[in-house]
C-alpha cells in the first residue's frame, strides 16, 4: 500500500524559507505513471495547488506561487520536497503530499499533512 | 487564469439526492474529479476522470461532466456524507481545485 509522509518544521519565521519533505513508501517515485505534487489548505479555508513534479524532474506551479517555489525530486530516497520562500503569515496551512496520475491529474494517495505556521 | 466555481453550500435531506455543480470555461473538454474531505482529515477521490468511481466508494456518488459543468451527484445521501466536497480539473499538467462546497445532512 503507498504511504506518502510529509516531514518539516511547524512553526518557520516569517521572511524566512518553509522546507519540506515527503517520504514515499510502498512504490516507486521514478514511475513515469504519476506526478508528485504539493498542496496546502489554509486554517478554514479551501485547497490551494502549489505544484508538482515529474519523474524527468520537470516542474510545475502554481502562477500565484511560481517565484517563492521550488519543489525537486530525490529518486535514491524515494522522496522530494518543497521549499517556499519569504514566507509571510498567509503561509500558514496544512501542507499535502500527494500522488496525482498522468492521465487525468487525480490526486489518489495524499500524505496526512502537517501544519506550517509562520510566525512574526 | 483557469477558474473553477462550486456552491459555497448545499443542504440536503436524509435519503434525498445531493447534487454539486462545478463551472469553468470549457470545463468539459478537461478532466475533472472530486473530492471530500472530512474534518481534521485529508481529501479522498470519489470520483475521477469524469464519470469514475474508485474502489470503496459507494454507489450513490456518481459524476458527469459536460459543456461548462462538471456534476457530483449523491443518490439516497445519508449523514456520513456530510463534508466539504471539491472538485478539481488537470490542464497541461496544472492542478485547479474549485472553492469547495460544504454538504449539510439536515
Known amino acids: 500500500q503507498l504511504q506518502l509522509q510529509e516531514s518539516g518544521p511547524g512553526l518557520v519565521k516569517a521572511s524566512e524559507t518553509l522546507s519540506l519533505t515527503c517520504i514515499v513508501s510502498?512504490?516507486?517515485?521514478?514511475?513515469?505513471?504519476?506526478?508528485w505534487g504539493w498542496i496546502r489548505q489554509p486554517p478554514g479555508k479551501g485547497l490551494e495547488w502549489i505544484g508538482n513534479?515529474?519523474?524527468?524532474?520537470?516542474?510545475y506551479y502554481n502562477p500565484s506561487l511560481k517565484s517563492r517555489v521550488t519543489i525537486s525530486v530525490d529518486t535514491s530516497k524515494n522522496q522530494f520536497s518543497l521549499k517556499v520562500t519569504s514566507v509571510t503569515a498567509a503561509d500558514t496551512a496544512v501542507y499535502h503530499c500527494?500522488?496525482?496520475?498522468?492521465?487525468?491529474?487525480?490526486?489518489?494517495?495524499w500524505g496526512q499533512g502537517t501544519l506550517v505556521t509562520v510566525s512574526s | 487564469s483557469y477558474e473553477l466555481t462550486q456552491p459555497p453550500s448545499v443542504s440536503v435531506s436524509p435519503g434525498q439526492t445531493a447534487s454539486i455543480t462545478c463551472s469553468g470555461d470549457?470545463?468539459?473538454?478537461?478532466?475533472a474529479c472530486w473530492y471530500q474531505q472530512k474534518p481534521g482529515q485529508s481529501p479522498v477521490v470519489v470520483i475521477y476522470?469524469?464519470?469514475k468511481r474508485p474502489s470503496g466508494i459507494p454507489e450513490r456518488f456518481s459524476g458527469s461532466n459536460s459543456g461548462n459543468t462538471a456534476t457530483l451527484t449523491i443518490s439516497g445521501t445519508q449523514a456520513m456524507d456530510e463534508a466539504d466536497y471539491y472538485c478539481?480539473?488537470?490542464?497541461?499538467?496544472?492542478?485547479?481545485f474549485g472553492g469547495g462546497t460544504k454538504v449539510t445532512v439536515l
Open positions: 500527494a500522488r496525482q496520475e498522468a492521465v487525468a491529474g487525480t490526486n489518489d494517495y
Open positions: 510502498g512504490g516507486s517515485i521514478s514511475s513515469s505513471r504519476y506526478y
Open positions: 513534479i515529474y519523474s524527468t524532474g520537470r516542474t
Open positions: 470549457k470545463l468539459g473538454n478537461k478532466y
Open positions: 476522470q469524469d464519470t
Open positions: 478539481q480539473a488537470w490542464d497541461s499538467s496544472t492542478v485547479i
